[in-house]
């Protein structure tokens, strides 16, 4: 199984840039690594996904190294709203039996 | 917009006590997870589904049985409760086959056992 190591929290400021990275030393060939966000009294929802090199949507970035041994979700100019539990996810594309959530990273943003 | 709900927000039950919860989605998803969450130990796969009465363990699927009759409804139960299934219980969908798909979650029933 490919376990993941996340930081267990986080702190920042508004509007610093944050990372977050995941380590996942057993990555295999066919997996993926998705991030999702949590906010409490609320299930985790999807924030972004990729299989290698740099990935960005409208919410973050992701940065994967060649080796795939770890990952790091970048949010830039973050702001109170995102202070939440953020967790690393590895899995393929087929099978659930893989499906292995981190114990997640709790991320303060501070005024 | 998508959903995925879950039966109750709260639940106190007793020691013994058979409890039911229910996740319906609205999304014409194939597959359906039900996972635990506890502090410190994140997310936690218990049971999942990719079909209409078709199931598979997850990681800790110790006390817990599941049900699926329909494609939109997917149902945890726990057939004697203990104290130890205290927890926040998690429903989640999907629509690929694999972990790679993205998962949509409800917000979770708090279970406490007494």
């Known amino acids: 199984l490919a376990k993941t190591t996340q930081p267990i929290s986080m702190d920042s400021y508004e509007g610093q840039e944050v990372n977050i990275t995941c380590s996942h030393n057993n990555i295999a060939t066919n997996d993926y690594i998705t991030w999702y966000q949590q906010f409490p009294s609320q299930g985790p929802r999807f924030i972004i996904q990729g299989y290698k090199t740099k990935v960005t949507n409208e919410v973050a970035s992701l940065f994967i190294p060649a080796d795939r041994k770890s990952s790091t979700l970048s949010l830039p100019r973050v702001s109170l709203s995102d202070t939440a539990v953020y967790y690393c996810?590895?899995?393929?594309?087929?099978?659930?039996?893989?499906?292995?959530f981190g114990t997640g990273t709790r991320l303060l943003v501070s005024p | 917009d998508v959903k995925v709900t879950q039966s109750s927000r709260y639940l106190v039950k007793r020691t013994g006590e058979k409890v039911f919860l229910e996740c319906v989605q609205d999304?014409?998803?194939?597959?359906m997870f039900w996972y635990r969450q506890d502090p410190g130990l994140g997310l936690r796969l218990i049971y999942f589904?990719?079909?209409?009465?078709?199931?598979e363990k997850g990681d800790i699927p110790e006390g817990y049985s599941v049900s699926r009759e329909k494609k939109e409804r997917f149902s945890l139960i726990l057939e004697s409760a203990s104290t130890n299934q205290t927890s926040m219980y998690l429903c989640?969908?999907?629509?690929?086959?694999?972990?790679?798909?993205?998962?949509?979650f409800g917000p979770g029933t708090r279970l406490t056992v007494t």
């Open positions: 996810l590895v899995g393929d594309v087929v099978s659930f039996q893989k499906l292995v």
């Open positions: 589904s990719y079909d209409v009465k078709m199931k």
């Open positions: 989640a969908s999907s629509l690929g086959q694999g972990g790679v798909y993205e998962q949509y």
């Open positions: 999304m014409d998803h194939e597959n």
